[in-house]
């Protein structure tokens, strides 16, 4: 059985222990790099890029935060408003409670909470990228309808395969607006291998195609740096 690595390496951050040693893994290529967990995952808000604090002040609240990590959006916007956070790993989700963050652990492709309790649907880390069609995309995107009010909207982010180069686990795929990435998350310190992780990045345009048939309506896409990550704004 495949282990809780990442999040075990947040538990252990968190708490002084952790020795630097988690990576991402390609088996394919055999290419490993950092998996950055002080930067993705417990950086403070005050030391943000100035557009990253501007995009969380900006999330309305209720907020579901779909793959919550160690907490470090949903522990800044429930200083103002209602947050409910998951994630499919219980030790990401023991950081987070341990940061004073009421998660809990779930599959975000089957979301446990209420219909219409949310203004806004937080899917950070390029998690919607883990669909692995469009169907199940679309099916994705309608749970985040279900869940989000009328008024409604949800952030998604992925790389655009029409910009993203081939390190980090990234692959052309031969169908238009689609790319491929695959690794796993080692844990070398403490000898633990997270399972096989394999993303569907999709590129804005493909996104605006899923979105047909469900409420959403992608209104912004934003870009940050040269390799073709981007956030898609979507409302109902």
Same mark, same amino acid.
């Given at each position: 059985?495949?282990?809780?690595?990442?999040?075990?390496?947040?538990?252990?951050?968190?708490?002084?222990?952790?020795?630097?040693?988690?990576?991402?893994?390609?088996?394919?290529?055999?290419?490993?790099?950092?998996?950055?967990?002080?930067?993705?995952?417990?950086?403070?808000?005050?030391?943000?890029?100035?557009?990253?604090?501007?995009?969380?002040?900006?999330?309305?609240?209720?907020?579901?935060?779909?793959?919550?990590?160690?907490?470090?959006?949903?522990?800044?916007?429930?200083?103002?408003?209602?947050?409910?956070?998951?994630? =499919?790993?219980?030790?990401?989700?023991?950081? =987070?409670?341990?940061?004073?963050?009421? =998660?809990?652990?779930?599959?975000?492709?089957?979301?446990?909470?209420?219909?219409?309790?949310?203004?806004?649907?937080?899917?950070?880390?390029?998690?919607?990228?883990?669909?692995?069609?469009?169907?199940?995309?679309?099916?994705?995107?309608?749970?985040?309808?279900?869940?989000?009010?009328?008024?409604?909207?949800?952030?998604?982010?992925?790389?655009?395969?029409?910009? =993203?180069?081939?390190?980090?686990?990234?692959?052309?795929?031969?169908?238009?607006?689609?790319?491929?990435?695959?690794?796993?998350?080692?844990?070398?310190?403490?000898?633990?291998?997270?399972?096989?992780?394999?993303?569907?990045?999709?590129?804005?345009?493909?996104?605006?195609?899923?979105?047909?048939?469900?409420?959403?309506?992608?209104?912004?896409?934003?870009?940050?740096?040269?390799?073709?990550?981007?956030?898609?704004?979507?409302?109902?």
């Amino acid at each position: 059985m495949p282990d809780d690595a990442l999040g075990t390496a947040m538990w252990d951050y968190l708490n002084g222990d952790y020795d630097g040693s988690c990576v991402h893994h390609d088996p394919q290529t055999g290419k490993r790099w950092d998996a950055n967990v002080e930067e993705f995952y417990f950086v403070p808000y005050d030391e943000w890029p100035a557009e990253t604090q501007a995009f969380v002040d900006g999330l309305r609240t209720p907020l579901v935060d779909v793959g919550c990590g160690a907490g470090n959006h949903a522990r800044v916007v429930q200083k103002r408003g209602d947050v409910v956070a998951f994630d =499919a790993s219980p030790m990401a989700v023991r950081t =987070a409670r341990a940061r004073g963050v009421d =998660a809990f652990v779930a599959d975000m492709f089957a979301p446990p909470v209420a219909d219409d309790g949310f203004e806004t649907a937080l899917v950070n880390g390029t998690q919607a990228t883990l669909a692995q069609s469009e169907a199940e995309l679309r099916d994705f995107l309608c749970e985040l309808a279900r869940v989000t009010t009328a008024t409604g909207e949800a952030w998604v982010d992925s790389y655009d395969p029409e910009r =993203a180069d081939e390190s980090h686990g990234h692959r052309r795929t031969d169908e238009p607006g689609i790319g491929s990435r695959q690794f796993r998350v080692e844990y070398r310190g403490r000898d633990l291998v997270g399972p096989l992780l394999q993303f569907r990045t999709f590129s804005p345009e493909t996104l605006r195609d899923a979105c047909d048939g469900t409420p959403w309506t992608p209104t912004g896409v934003t870009y940050r740096g040269d390799v073709g990550y981007y956030k898609a704004r979507l409302r109902k």
